[in-house]
């Protein structure tokens, strides 16, 4: 053995940098200063910005499965016997291994442990949070936990606002698709669908179908829902200023009524026996989000209601974030793709924004006059933060205008109905 | 897939989602109306007790007030 | 590619509902509404009856392994696949998969995969949290830590009483096997144990005895366990009044003595001692209860203890309660095996609070009258529930008689009784 | 298996069941009887702070009764 | 099938006792009895008892794998089937299984799996935390959310105290090398340096470094670390008065200037970025403590910093303690290289304490005076126990000199410290 | 690898990871000087709120005391 400082200053993170691991670190950085200086959703953004420094630590592969680090570490030994074990030349190992199914993955994986690499913290908290699906739907589960329906239970009429807001994602689906005329874009039905889904505006659903449909561009679609989530208050005044008159803007709704503990009860089982019978591809988020609720609203079992609004709800947290950082590598996030992505988010909240104030429009004159338009946009879902703008909105136009509660209706419809959208993308695109 | 036929994809997507979407929902508004009304008809008349739109963490402001009424009174005490 | 209504259509709920999923999801509705409204063991019932319902939605393959998907898929071209994989002709395909074992099961789960095939959420749940052991285990380390043994230590002769009450379990198993008699009953000696176990009320040992001996019946028998333990307040009190005089049921107790905090402390390691002495086969139940316990009463590790009952024990019940009501599918549920599961569960109960009153009627004799027979009624373990039982049925004799105290002992030494006796069910019938 | 055998076996593990039940947990009455009487003779004899079964969340009922009590005396300054 | 009381009675614990269990049971007793009596590292050492008592049950394999029990079970049919499946004789089957790699060892446990083996409670839970690093690294992202570094960061120039404590960690790793002279002891470079990081007095950095090389000695390393670390206020005393004069212990330091939030914010990136830059083989380590830190300090995630500081890592002790247990057994704890293991530690911790102080006493000259040399010895880390020490000394000679702040400086310097050396000695050892 | 080679090994491991140790934290007292520099210079000057070294835990001491002075009262009034 010969120790040396040679082979210490050859491990060394100076000595391996890529430009665009500094690059994903400055990115990792900037996620950090948004969620501590701006308050953008610190609650993922932080860990996700902190996961993608970790990530992009050149020579600590923590993002990287055990063979992932046999093809970083360049040992021409360990390459060679990967190949053969893959069967092809030592030249053609990595793509080999990318398309590697069955008995072949399975024996690169022993040969790597028996080599003694092992995979990353990072890679492990991924494969364990996100790629079964498991943390997002835990998360939903302490989202419906945390929910109150009862707004929505008052005035169930404001489903169509979160009906008609889903039309961000749609279209989206179409711009991204358009967006292959640009040379460098290259999105596939199931890229364009896992893109669109960020029109949701809610982050757990665009993390659950882009790890569903399209894993390598988790990272970006993450980034992009949850930063626009945040960019709410910015993006949608203007929107909401432009398609709709002063007039409508100072309506006073209503107060709501009143409802009753069985109703809230009873609501989780209305909307999943929709579910049930006609989008079961929706099951496991709506499942998840009304087995929350219940455990809510049920009144029996505190303990359990408890534990999913916090304590799992804050774990799962913590390893989401991490996970989905570690997807932030220079490779797949510094890409046309992302830029793209970028837009198109954008594209997908403004479009969502004024599809739900359209139909809040109709439902103002329907109802003579007696909806504001604005808690439309409220329909993206952004919980609370939409109807929060709403309020805001209001109160503009109108000193004793309290929209708060009016927009919570529509703001937890758009939760239901994102996952209504995504049930169908799952159904049409997965399933193919 | 040549474009055109992506396109026509997605638009057919679109319109079929667009569509569930709103049928799903819809058909939610209809569900909901007769769950409230099975529910009241199951609960007689509404109870005094029932609970409207509850602000959370109703008992935090309270114990936030009682401990800051004792803080004062303890502080005047000294 | 076509997106057609057709196929979403035929992606629905609606099309593929079949009667046993219908009546399954009732079944779980049942469960919630005992769970909500009768207050019958809702930590647990309320997360089975919703895992039964999301377990059976159609098309949504939610308690599915990846391969369970592939076979419910019907795609003839996949089927093909796994037969060859299996190296049977397709017709056989689904018994195959059974009874494969080793590298064919691997192999399966490998072909599964690469087609796109994924397990459901529960089935992933299910398979961390019971399959592994783990997740009844660690409720016990909570119970452990949850529980006082004070009244015990003050008075170890009501250990008789727990030892007597486990008598309805192997009462219970001579019954499952005499149902054989019964056309459409079919019991080995593993089936007949993991039901006879339910006479042990005692939720976890149930699940955890099920699961080694019985998988495929474990979804029944939770059920039955829980749903009797909640029943306890209508089962027993008839039983009591009828093996007990007025003068038995209205004896007054002397007080127990105060125990010592060394005794508490040096209680976890005498029933550990025993175990490892006499029983290893039940270590890990009485291991953990144990471990939960000395937790407590160490009076040094506050955060370790606090986690036991509160943060591990709630979030591992969430994952526990879906992961049983994943099991509750027609195939297994809808059986005259339920039917018989039931009949005996109740017989057990009944049978253990019979031979607990006779133990307490014996120590009544025995010890000049000082015991009341009634606390050998709480013997059957159903923490707290049976020892609550006995002090209503006391006070309705002496308005001035409170056993509830004492009724505590043989209420937690059912607790280790019954745990010993899955040891001896699991020495005897699992290392078969 | 032959049901006659089956039920014989089921008969021999109750017999054996339940003889160990019962050793097992008489041994344990003997052996905390003797657990109790070294606790007792280690500790000399047992200290005044000994707790007897204890109430848990007796804690908890001195918050609740000193918040509670708080509150009626801020609502009586009002 | 045969029931008697013979298959029984060569089931239970009393016939198959071997002395070597019987030991490690009494260590295990001796360990909690520490903990709870003495009040050792109680959070540690009562988990690591209780797991070494139930580890060494015999006959109930707790801590085996599957392959284990089925070597474990003696059945000649069984151990067959495993050397056929292996390649060799029966009579090799056990040293064939412990060098097998890749699909030999899939195979190996598909059999034993097929054969109905199942791996032990706590074989599970070593596997999941510790194996994979987890563990220790959660604990680690726990201990950062903990620390407050202000006083570090009020004083950088304590780091240099850190830095001399981890003198005992290299000479530790030079005696363990020289123990090879004494016959009996074979220590590899891997085995000296998992035992030098005793030295540096961090539980989980010990725990993680000896999951990683020499995963043998990971039960005496730990036991050895958690001890020593409760033997501080023991240990170091002594020490401190030989080598310091009472002039030198009286000395009154400078109180503290405030550190501003944004400060505190920016020492984890400062930290992290030496390590990316110099050393990244330290990356899981630092960059877990310091994401914890920032969870802290950020101000905007409290409901992440609270669930690292309470929730995860007091579940993730339990495991991590009944883990580190399981590997208490007979065969590998009661072995001549345990004791030199103890011998080791103890001289690893009078080393790393007088190297901090020589620090200490060239600070204090260079600084004219200012600078209490005592505080040097809190820079071994075994927070904040070593602080306090320092505090205890110091007010010996001057009962109006609290010294606690001051030291803990050096004292989560040496937390840093130690993280580095252990990146050293796996970018070194590790990586060959 | 025969004793004297592993005992060299040793030593220079010993180098360069004491080394190794001494360089980075060196390096990193200069790092966060440099830090505390810019933090300062970026908040202006430090701000009157900024917390020195905190003890944990106050706002439970102020509750404790709260309830403490609450029961005292309480209880005096009985
Ligand atoms: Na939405
Ligand atoms: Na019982
Ligand atoms: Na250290």
């Known amino acids: 053995m010969d120790i040396g400082f040679t082979s210490l200053w050859q491990s060394t993170g100076i000595a391996n940098f890529t430009g665009g691991q500094l690059i994903m670190m400055l990115v990792g950085c900037l996620l950090i200063y948004l969620a501590i200086a701006k308050k953008f959703e610190p609650l993922l953004l932080l860990p996700i910005g902190f996961g993608a420094i970790l990530a992009n630590i050149p020579g600590a592969g923590m993002a990287e499965s055990a063979v992932g680090q046999l093809l970083n570490s360049g040992n021409p030994e360990h390459l060679a016997l990967l190949a053969q074990s893959l069967g092809v030349p030592v030249d053609q190992v990595a793509a080999a291994w990318k398309s590697a199914a069955g008995q072949a993955h399975a024996a690169g994986n022993w040969l790597a442990s028996d080599l003694g690499y092992e995979p990353g913290m990072l890679y492990r908290f991924y494969s364990a949070s996100i790629a079964t699906g498991a943390a997002p739907l835990l998360i939903f589960m302490g989202v419906g936990a945390l929910t109150d329906f009862s707004a929505l239970i008052a005035r169930p009429s404001t489903l169509l606002l979160g009906a008609a807001a889903q039309f961000g994602i749609f279209l989206t689906l179409l711009g991204a698709l358009a967006l292959n005329l640009v040379p460098g874009f290259d999105f596939s039905l199931a890229d364009a669908s896992a893109i669109a889904i960020i029109g949701g505006a809610d982050g757990p659903t665009a993390i659950f179908l882009a790890s569903r449909l399209a894993p390598d561009l988790l990272g970006a679609i993450a980034v992009a829902a949850y930063s626009y989530m945040a960019l709410v208050p910015i993006i949608q005044p203007p929107i909401m200023r432009l398609l709709t008159s002063e007039k409508e803007r100072a309506v006073v709704m209503q107060q709501l009524r009143p409802v009753s503990k069985l109703e809230k009860i009873l609501f989780p089982f209305s909307v999943l026996l929709l579910c049930i019978l006609f989008l079961p591809s929706a099951a496991p988020l709506i499942g998840m989000l009304m087995f929350g609720n219940l455990l809510r609203e049920s009144g029996v079992v505190e303990r359990l209601s408890g534990a999913a609004q916090n304590e799992i709800i804050n774990i799962v947290t913590i390893f989401l974030g991490l996970s989905v950082g570690s997807q932030l590598s220079a490779e797949r996030f510094l890409s046309i793709e992302t830029l793209g992505i970028l837009v198109l988010g954008a594209f997908a909240f403004s479009a969502g924004t004024a599809a739900g104030l359209f139909m809040g429009k109709a439902m103002h004159k329907y109802s003579g006059g007696k909806v504001n338009p604005l808690i439309g946009a409220a329909g993206v879902s952004a919980v609370p933060m939409a109807a929060r703008v709403v309020n805001k909105v209001g109160l503009e136009s109108n000193h004793h205008n309290f929209l708060l509660m009016h927009a919570m209706g529509p703001n937890v419809a758009g939760v239901i109905g994102s996952a209504v959208a995504a049930g169908v993308l799952l159904a049409v695109v997965g399933g193919q | ?78």
């Open chain 2, 1 to 78: 897939m040549p474009f055109s036929e992506l396109m026509m994809t997605g638009i057919q997507l679109m319109l079929i989602g667009m569509g569930i979407v709103f049928t799903f929902l819809i058909i939610l508004v209809v569900t909901m109306k007769g769950m409230s009304r099975l529910a009241i008809s199951l609960e007689g008349e509404l109870p005094a007790v029932d609970t409207a739109v509850k602000a959370p963490g109703r008992s935090d402001e309270v114990l936030v007030s009682v401990i800051s009424a004792a803080i004062r009174r303890y502080r005047d005490t000294r």
